[in-house]
C-alpha cells in the first residue's frame, strides 16, 4: 500500500492550493482517511479528517479556510486550502487508516500509512 501526495508548492500570503493524495496497492477498504502537517521546529499537527462516510473534523487554526474531501472511487483525498497564510508554511502528510486485502480478495488486516509529504510554502 502507497500514499502519494501532491500539490505543494510556494504561494503568496492569500492565495490557494489544492493537495490531493492517492491510496494504491491491496487496499479493501479505507475508513478515516487525513491530512496532517509539521513545521520547522514543531511537532506533527493534525489538519483535517474525513471518514468513509463525509464527516469532517478540522483544526480550529484552519476552519473557514480549508476544506477536506474524498472520492472513494478513486482511493483519493484532497485538501483545499484558501486564504493561505505563512504560518500554514509546512510539510502536509496524508493518512489514511485502512483495511488490506488478501490474495483471496477478503479482508486482511487493519493498518494505518502515512504519504511522502508535500511542503506548502507561504510567502511574499
Known amino acids: 500500500v502507497q500514499l502519494q501526495a501532491s500539490g505543494g508548492g510556494l504561494v503568496q500570503p492569500g492565495g490557494s492550493l489544492r493537495l490531493s493524495c492517492a491510496a494504491s496497492g491491496s487496499i479493501f477498504s479505507i475508513n478515516t482517511m487525513g491530512w496532517y502537517r509539521q513545521a520547522p521546529g514543531k511537532q506533527r499537527e493534525l489538519v483535517a479528517v474525513i471518514t468513509s462516510g463525509g464527516s469532517t473534523n478540522y483544526a480550529d487554526s484552519v476552519k473557514g479556510r480549508f476544506t477536506i474531501s474524498r472520492d472513494n472511487a478513486k482511493n483519493t483525498v484532497y485538501l483545499e486550502m484558501n486564504s493561505l497564510k505563512p504560518e500554514d508554511t509546512a510539510v502536509y502528510y496524508c493518512?489514511?487508516?485502512?483495511?488490506?486485502?488478501?490474495?483471496?480478495?477478503?479482508?486482511?488486516?487493519?493498518?494505518?500509512?502515512w504519504g511522502q509529504g508535500t511542503l506548502v510554502t507561504v510567502s511574499s
Open positions: 493518512n489514511a487508516d485502512l483495511v488490506t486485502r488478501r490474495v483471496d480478495s477478503r479482508a486482511g488486516y487493519y493498518a494505518n500509512y
